[in-house]
Nanobody, 124 residues
Framework: QMQLVESGGGLVQPGGSLRLSCVAS????????IGWFRQAPGKAREAVSC????????YYSNVVKGRFTIAMDKAKNTLDLQMTNLKPEDTATYYC?????????????????WGQGTQVVVST
């Protein structure tokens, strides 16, 4: 059974760091377009960072660029997101997302399969 399982969320103070991890099971992590999305309370889901399968190009949203780093660990079959200098506006549930195939012109998956999410709260 194909699954995406996120972990690593929690409560952190502004300026702090967290490392999220998404374990892929039932498939290898580099098989599909993959990325991290988030959804804050009352807001739409948004792409945070993604890896395009065809060429490995990495996308970061403007609001996290320079603070977040995405990385694929093929040995562990995980997709990780290192988050530094966290801000209260980073508070959200973070999801690992894949598509079954790469859509032309897309830097990120559109959401064929989602993990259950891990919650990040940035607050004093």
């Amino acid at each position: 059974q194909m699954q995406l399982v996120e972990s690593g969320g929690g409560l952190v103070q502004p300026g702090g760091s967290l490392r999220l991890s998404c374990v892929a099971s039932g498939f290898t992590v580099d098989t599909y377009p993959i990325g991290w999305f988030r959804q804050a309370p009352g807001k739409a889901r948004e792409a945070v960072s993604c890896i395009r399968r065809s060429d490995g190009e990495i996308y970061y949203s403007n609001v996290v660029k320079g603070r977040f780093t995405i990385a694929m660990d093929k040995a562990k079959n995980t997709l990780d997101l290192q988050m530094t200098n966290l801000k209260p506006e980073d508070t959200a549930t973070y999801y690992c997302v894949i598509d079954w195939f790469e859509r032309i012109g897309s830097s990120c998956p559109t959401g064929d399969r989602w993990g259950q999410g891990t919650q990040v709260v940035v607050s004093t």
